[in-house]
Nanobody, 124 residues
Framework: QVQLVESGGGLVQAGGSLRLSCTAS????????AGWFRQAPGKEREFVSA????????YYADSVKGRFTISRDNAKNTVYLQMNSLKPEDTAVYYC?????????????????WGQGTQVTVSS
């Protein structure tokens, strides 16, 4: 099992930027696919982005394409989500996730490990 810890959330005005980080507890995280989901109060968990273990393939929800960028630094056991041009509808708790099977799709049930989440609030 791998432990994931998110950081970088906070309060930002619409149009601003924020960078989230997810650090894993072990170096084998470099072999795992990883991604980000978000969940607003009263809503279902929503796929945001995913990345292959090598970082060579990335995937984005239509709602964030062109604004968010996922990346990883396997030497640091860390995955990032750079969020630009933030909108109030981006407000949610953002969760880092991973799996050992190379799954990079949008179905949350196929991911094995989850972080505790970090709050992102975008004001208008």
């Amino acid at each position: 099992q791998v432990q994931l810890v998110e950081s970088g959330g906070g309060l930002v005005q619409a149009g601003g930027s924020l960078r989230l980080s997810c650090t894993a507890s072990r170096r084998t995280f470099s072999a795992y696919a990883a991604g980000w989901f978000r969940q607003a109060p009263g809503k279902e968990r929503e796929f945001v982005s995913a990345i292959s273990g090598s970082g060579g393939s990335t995937y984005y929800a239509d709602s964030v394409k062109g604004r968010f960028t996922i990346s990883r630094d396997n030497a640091k056991n860390t995955v990032y989500l750079q969020m630009n041009s933030l909108k109030p509808e981006d407000t949610a708790v953002y969760y880092c996730t991973s799996n050992e099977r190379g799954y990079t799709g949008s179905v949350s049930g196929y991911y094995l490990y989850w972080g505790q989440g970090t709050q992102v609030t975008v004001s208008s």
